[in-house]
Nanobody
Framework: EVQLVESGGDLVQTGGSLRLSCAAS????????IGWFRQAPGKEREAILC????????YYSDTVKGRFTISIDNAKTTVYLQMNSLKPEDTAVYYC???????????????????WGQGTQVTVSS
């Protein structure tokens, strides 16, 4: 059974950068689409990006496009979320998740992801 552990969350000033990690145990990412989501206090969880298991294409939400990027290590067991030009509205708990079904395009629907990490807190001060 695959499990995910996120890390790297911290308190950072506006304009700063952070790199989050999502480490998998029990499997590699080979057969999964990967999603990153976040949930701010009092708000619904939102998708910020996903990587399709069909062709590796990454899709970004408009709120993070151009500021956040994703990479995967060669062993395909850790995915990194590089977050630059952080804003106070990026403050949230960040989650990585896996979708084990083959899809031509990964989804921003969180109900399609069946493996989740515990989340890591990112706080951006103004």
């Amino acid at each position: 059974e695959v499990q995910l552990v996120e890390s790297g969350g911290d308190l950072v000033q506006t304009g700063g950068s952070l790199r989050l990690s999502c480490a998998a145990s029990g499997s590699t990412f080979d057969d999964y689409s990967i999603g990153w989501f976040r949930q701010a206090p009092g708000k619904e969880r939102e998708a910020i990006l996903c990587i399709s298991n069909s062709d590796g294409t990454t899709y970004y939400s408009d709120t993070v496009k151009g500021r956040f990027t994703i990479s995967i290590d060669n062993a395909k067991t850790t995915v990194y979320l590089q977050m630059n030009s952080l804003k106070p509205e990026d403050t949230a708990v960040y989650y990585c998740a896996l979708d084990g079904l083959y899809r031509t395009r990964c989804s921003f629907r969180d109900d399609l992801y069946d493996v989740w990490g515990q989340g890591t807190q990112v706080t951006v001060s103004s």
